[in-house]
């Protein structure tokens, strides 16, 4: 069992294979250029897996695969497959922005995949291009039949920002709401490798848009396992609200994250890291889970996003290094 210096049990593995992305969102890195880690530098899915394995075996039920953009990556369904294989009931899921899913879904389905997490920022296709800077909407949504064909279970993220897509959440609730889909709106982080000016809309913001349409929408009881609070509508349809600016958002924080380049990180908001690329790719996994132990011992109590003498922290952590 892996817990925390705050008894916060652990057993949830976030995967960063690829800092790389085919997007360049205004929230996380619209203007990083082409000068990506070196491939040497990353670890091999062979050494991935070594950290994951040992990781499953000290109580890790959970694995999320996220980048950067994983699907850039080649090969990601032979790694998914190694750890189905490994356990086949862990519950082994992957973050997109669904560009690259049409002709991905059934392959990552078929090596183990069980859930998929999908960006769809907007149903607007100018306003997706605006966001993204590249023409996506059709191609993602394309990806998000894709997934559905193949079985996957699909939630849908959206991180609304003002003056940009704050006017499309109820089309995207509508959406996800016609196809069946959990839909999260994701309050935007403030970090340094956003977008300058871009505001994001805190949790009663986007709820009273919500009421423009659903006013009668109810809070349901908190699962300390989710990073969501969500809310049904009088139908039944629940949506959620991600929202780490709240000062209890991480008090039942359960998630460890690994970078492609070996680093594992215990608090998304803050730089701290230690590294166990020399441990695995010498095959010392007791080293390797020596380290995360002692990442664990001095994690974080909580972010800094709900400082409010100057509105909001700002992050200097990279996103597109972790996964968000």
């Known amino acids: 069992m892996l817990i925390d210096g705050f008894g916060r049990k652990h057993d949830y593995l976030r995967v960063s294979v690829t800092e790389r992305c085919n997007f360049r969102c205004q929230y996380c890195m619209p203007e990083k250029p082409f000068s990506w880690v070196p491939k040497e530098n990353l670890l091999s899915y062979e ?3 070594k950290f994951i394995k040992a990781s499953i075996d000290e109580g890790i039920k959970k694995v999320r695969i996220t980048g950067g953009e994983p699907l850039l990556r080649e090969g990601l369904e032979q790694f998914i497959k190694m750890i189905y294989d490994y356990k086949n009931d862990i519950d082994l899921a992957l973050t997109t922005n669904g560009f690259l899913l049409p002709n991905a ?3 990552l389905k078929d090596a183990g995949l069980k859930r998929i997490n999908i960006s769809l920022d907007s149903l607007n296709a100018a306003t997706a291009a605006k966001i993204a800077q590249k023409d996506v909407l059709e191609t993602v949504l394309e990806g998000i039949q894709a997934a559905a064909d193949a079985g996957l279970k699909i ?12 006017v499309d959440l109820v089309e995207v609730l509508d959406f996800c709401k016609s196809k069946g889909y959990v839909v999260r709106f994701i309050e935007f982080m403030e970090n340094n490798h956003a977008k300058d000016g871009a505001k994001g809309l805190n949790s009663d913001e986007i709820k009273a848009i919500i009421a423009t349409k659903y006013p009668n929408f109810k809070m349901v009881p908190r699962d300390n396992s989710s990073p969501a609070q969500y809310y049904e509508l009088e139908d039944g349809f629940q949506f959620g609200i991600i929202e780490p600016h709240k000062d209890d958002f991480c008090a039942a924080c359960n998630r460890i994250r690994l970078t492609a380049e070996g680093f594992l990180i215990p608090c998304l908001y803050f730089e701290d890291a230690m590294s166990i690329k020399d441990a695995v790719r010498s095959n010392n996994i007791d080293e390797a889970v020596a380290i995360l132990k002692k990442v ?4 974080p109590e909580k972010n800094k996003w709900s400082n409010k003498k100057d509105d909001n922290e700002i992050s200097t952590r990279a996103f597109y290094q972790t996964g968000g």
Not at 296 to 299: N, Q, S, T
């Open 47 to 49: 050494d991935l897996f």
């Open 105 to 107: 879904a059934q392959k």
């Open 155 to 166: 939630k849908i993220n959206c991180v609304p920002i003002k003056g940009i897509n704050d």
């Open 296 to 299: 664990l011992a001095g994690k």
